[in-house]
């Protein structure tokens, strides 16, 4: 029996001041058989903080990409500065534009980081044409659940919503 090679797919989220936020979301995809191969984290790499967080994202996913048939996935972070909104908007609307003529599947996270982040990465999953498979944004119903890892948060306390899927 041959192992099936994973579609290649590349999963796109923002890391801020918790890295649960990116995990949690990348951990529901996986079960619901959206597996990435590829992780692009956009994060302000200046803050030691976030640094933190990109080592602890990096980790997490490395160990459950495994377990979801990618041993080995590609990850790369591209800085950005949390706190220049526009220049936000031009790396987002860069890397997407990139990937969009790459072949790969395309994911974009918009749960972590700042809102007006989640709010640009909605507009241009939404309305950029730039052929999304996922829109992932993951609800967290109670707060006390921040940076608890997947498992462990009662399933009625998050849910996953596919935005493109949600607003059609």
């Given at each position: 029996?041959h192992?099936?090679t994973?579609?290649?797919?590349?999963?796109?989220?923002v890391?801020?001041?918790?890295?649960?936020?990116?995990?949690?979301?990348?951990?529901?995809?996986?079960?619901?058989g959206?597996?990435p191969?590829?992780?692009i984290?956009?994060?302000?790499?200046?803050k030691?903080?976030?640094?933190?967080?990109?080592?602890?994202v990096?980790k997490?996913?490395?160990?459950?990409?495994a377990?979801?048939?990618?041993p080995d996935p590609k990850m790369?972070?591209?800085s950005?500065?949390?706190?220049?909104l526009k220049?936000?908007w031009?790396t987002?609307?860069?890397?997407?534009?990139q990937l969009k003529?790459?072949?790969?599947?395309?994911?974009?996270?918009?749960?972590a980081?700042?809102?007006y982040?989640?709010?640009l990465?909605?507009?241009?999953?939404?309305?950029?044409?730039?052929?999304l498979?996922k829109?992932?944004?993951?609800h967290?119903y109670?707060?006390?659940y921040?940076?608890v890892p997947?498992p462990?948060?009662p399933?009625h306390?998050?849910?996953?919503y596919?935005?493109l899927e949600?607003?059609?």
């Amino acid at each position: 029996m041959h192992a099936q090679t994973p579609v290649r797919r590349v999963w796109v989220s923002v890391v801020g001041w918790s890295p649960m936020a990116v995990i949690n979301t990348l951990w529901g995809a996986c079960e619901q058989g959206i597996v990435p191969t590829h992780l692009i984290l956009l994060a302000s790499e200046d803050k030691p903080e976030v640094q933190k967080s990109i080592r602890i994202v990096e980790k997490y996913a490395r160990a459950l990409l495994a377990q979801f048939g990618v041993p080995d996935p590609k990850m790369e972070t591209r800085s950005i500065d949390e706190d220049d909104l526009k220049g936000f908007w031009e790396t987002l609307k860069q890397v997407m534009a990139q990937l969009k003529n790459s072949g790969d599947r395309i994911v974009l996270d918009i749960t972590a980081g700042r809102k007006y982040m989640s709010a640009l990465g909605m507009a241009l999953g939404r309305w950029g044409n730039i052929g999304l498979e996922k829109l992932y944004y993951t609800h967290l119903y109670d707060q006390r659940y921040t940076d608890v890892p997947y498992p462990l948060i009662p399933r009625h306390q998050h849910r996953l919503y596919d935005l493109l899927e949600t607003f059609q």
